[in-house]
């Protein structure tokens, strides 16, 4: 079992709806949990981090942490043709010797114009 | 300028060719990684350096060596190409302290290896 999961999708919907991305992690202990967004071609960048249950949000964005499912997800809301782009979830996780974070395969969105 | 700096941006070469790829950063992190990319696999951590005395294998580091040359510098290479070693490479950084969970990414090397 991959340590943190996402579908891969893609994912398209129209430009001013609701995106939706899910992320599920195996380490039950994992404590911080980020969004990154990926344009083609370019490199990943933050754009939401969640420490503790319940949603956070900061714009249109809202992220969702459920520490007991064990599930992180993402909402866009109003989207736009420009939020299409490949949506990476990471997660930092609380064991190890490495304690680095680790990537899901991401989701490539697309939004619809 | 950017932050976080990756040559060469784009390779092809050989099999069995020895590649180095090269990492420099103005951001005054300690922190470094390589992690490579391929389609269907997300961000997969090569190695990582805390400073240029401790330097770690991460997940996938089989096939590669590091040099932390200097705080700012980062070089990744492959002593004899495959082609399986075909993908799109990021340098990363963060600091020590204070981290936020933010990775610096550079702007990615795409490596080709016929």
């Known amino acids: 079992q991959k340590e943190v999961e996402q579908n891969s999708g893609p994912l398209s919907v129209p430009e001013g709806a609701i995106a939706s991305l899910n992320c599920t992690y195996s380490?039950?202990?994992?404590?911080?949990f980020f969004w990154y967004r990926q344009y083609s071609g370019k490199s990943p960048e933050l754009i939401m981090s969640?420490?503790?249950?319940g949603d956070k949000e900061d714009g249109r964005f809202t992220a969702q942490l459920n520490k007991a499912s064990q599930y992180v997800s993402l909402l866009i809301r109003d989207s736009q043709p420009s939020d299409s782009a490949t949506y990476l979830c990471?997660?930092?996780?609380?064991?190890?010797?490495?304690?680095?974070?680790?990537f899901g395969s991401g989701t490539q969105l697309t939004v619809l114009p | 300028d950017a932050d976080v700096t990756q040559t060469p941006r784009n390779r092809i070469t050989k099999t069995g060719k020895r590649i180095m790829l090269e990492c420099s950063q103005t951001?005054?992190?300690?922190?470094m990684y390589w992690y490579r990319q391929d389609p269907g696999l997300g961000l997969r951590l090569i190695y990582y350096?805390?400073?240029?005395?401790?330097?770690n294998k991460g997940e996938i580091s089989d096939g590669y060596s590091v040099s932390r040359q200097a705080q700012a510098k980062f070089s990744l290479s492959l002593e004899s190409a495959i082609p399986n070693q075909t993908a799109l490479y990021f340098c990363?950084?963060?600091?020590?302290?204070?981290?936020?969970?933010?990775?610096?990414f550079g702007e990615g090397s795409r490596l080709t290896v016929l």
């Open positions: 380490d039950r202990v994992s404590q911080s």
């Open positions: 951001k005054g992190h300690d922190r």
């Open positions: 990471a997660v930092n996780p609380s064991s190890g010797s490495a304690r680095q974070l680790t």
């Open positions: 969640i420490y503790s249950n």
């Open positions: 990363a950084t963060r600091p020590g302290q204070g981290y936020t969970g933010e990775l610096f």
């Open positions: 350096s805390f400073d240029v005395k401790d330097i």
